[in-house]
Every structure is written in structure tokens, then in C-alpha cells.
């Protein structure tokens, strides 16, 4: 969907997209269009989903509260929980939540893989499971926001929500899921990444945890569980 109210900018774009959709004419009508026309809707909109306005202006009020404080102090400040959830079949209530995070993630997801529900349903069904981590602060709770898909010793996609950057989820996420493995009788690990164009956001993820790459391939091993972010309360898993 193209919006505008110039007809040479629209015009512009339509001979060069001639299948894109154009909202145009009085401004005026463009929020009423956006928020009722049926073809602007979803179909369902889970608790997961309906956080995110209340996470993103979280986000903006941690950035304020950053201002005055050193980074260390600014982190414990924020009373960070996560809570994990271990998925192992479709018939868990946040099944839902969790594919449509592998689908929409696209800055920090280690290799990008998109998943059909059949898709995702036969990998868990092959012995992988999900470790989902919900995430809470000070400020707001934003509901699941991080993912990791584990085989055997293997981890085999991690995916993170932009909206909590840079407050350390995903190492948390990791030692948890690096503890389960040794749980279930693993002493190394097997870390994948493939760069997608759009991911350099977790492209230092493998080796900033201690993993080392398998000469010039995809695969990342390591055998150490890294120290936990000591800013971080974790319940669950």
C-alpha cells in the first residue's frame, strides 16, 4: 500500500508498480480507511500482538531513563524478568505467538528461515523444541519476545523482538538454552548462522557467547555455558 496525496509521486509509482495499491486524495480520510476498511484488518489479534504498542512506548521511556545514568545502574534500574516456556507441540497457548515471531523477526534472526505452520509442526514432532522467553520491566510487560528452536546439541535459529534490544535477553535466552541441553545429557553445541542481508544484527551473537566457526561454514561450536547477565531475573524453563 502506497500513500500520498501528490498525483505525480503517486503517478511515478504506479508506472513503475503497477500491482501496489494507493491510498491518495484528502488526508483527512487516510486514518479512517487504515483503521476500517476490511482489507487493512487482521483476522485476529492475540495478547501477544496487542502488547506491542504498550512495549514499544516502553522503549521510548527506557531511552529517557538512560539519559542520566551510567549503563550498568540504567540496566539494573529496569527489574528485568523472563520467564521461559518449553514448546514442544502446537497444542501449547503460545504456539501461535511463536510462529508469528519466527515469521515477522528479520534484524536479529540467525538465519532467517520462514516456517508453515505444517513446517514447524513436523520439526518439533522430529524432537525439537521451542524455548520462548516472556519478558518484563519496570516499565511494561512486552509479552513473548524471544525464541530459540533446539534439536539434540543443536541450536538451530534464535530470534529477537527490535523492541528490546540491546538489554541482553538473548544471552540470557542462550544460557538457558545451552542448561537444558546439558540437562538432557549434551556437553557441546552447535550454533547456526546465515547471513540474510538484514541480519547483521546477530552476526557477532556465536562469538561474543564464546563460540568458535567452523572454517568457512555456517556452523558455530562451543562447549561453555556463558555467565549469565547478572541484571537479568529468570523463572521458568
Not at 16 to 29: I, K, S, V, W, Y
Not at 110 to 118: I, K, M
Not at 180 to 191: I, K, L, N, R, S
Request: proline residues 3%; contains cysteine; negative net charge.
Amino acid at each position: 500500500l502506497f500513500i500520498d496525496d501528490h498525483p505525480l509521486e503517486v503517478e511515478e509509482v504506479r508506472r513503475a508498480f503497477p500491482q501496489m495499491r494507493f491510498l491518495t486524495g484528502a488526508p483527512e480520510r487516510w486514518r479512517h480507511v487504515l483503521l476500517y476498511a476490511p482489507e487493512t484488518q487482521v483476522a485476529r489479534v492475540g495478547e501477544e500482538s496487542a502488547l506491542r504498542t504498550n512495549s514499544v512506548q516502553a522503549k521510548a521511556a527506557r531511552e529517557l531513563a538512560a539519559v542520566d545514568m551510567d549503563r550498568d545502574a540504567w540496566l539494573r534500574s529496569l527489574d528485568l524478568t523472563l520467564r521461559f516456556d518449553r514448546i514442544v507441540d502446537a497444542r501449547h497457548s503460545r504456539y501461535a505467538r511463536v510462529l508469528e515471531l519466527l515469521n515477522r523477526t528479520n534484524q536479529f534472526n540467525t538465519t532467517g528461515q520462514r516456517w508453515s505452520d505444517a513446517e514447524l509442526q513436523d520439526w518439533l514432532a522430529s524432537g525439537g523444541w521451542l524455548l520462548a522467553a516472556r519478558a518484563e520491566d519496570r516499565f511494561t510487560n512486552h509479552g513473548l519476545v524471544a525464541l530459540a528452536l533446539l534439536r539434540h546439541h543443536g541450536i538451530e535459529q534464535v530470534v529477537l523482538s527490535c523492541r528490546v534490544f540491546s538489554l541482553g535477553i538473548e544471552s540470557a535466552l542462550l544460557v538457558e538454552a545451552l542448561r537444558q541441553m546439558q540437562e538432557g545429557g549434551h556437553a557441546d553445541f552447535v550454533g547456526h548462522f546465515t547471513a540474510t542481508g538484514r541480519n547483521d544484527a546477530c552476526r557477532d551473537f556465536w562469538p561474543a557467547h564464546g563460540f568458535t566457526q567452523d572454517a568457512g561454514g555456517s556452523l558455530w561450536r562451543g562447549s561453555v555455558v556463558p555467565d549469565a547477565p547478572t541484571w537479568i531475573r529468570s523463572e521458568g524453563g
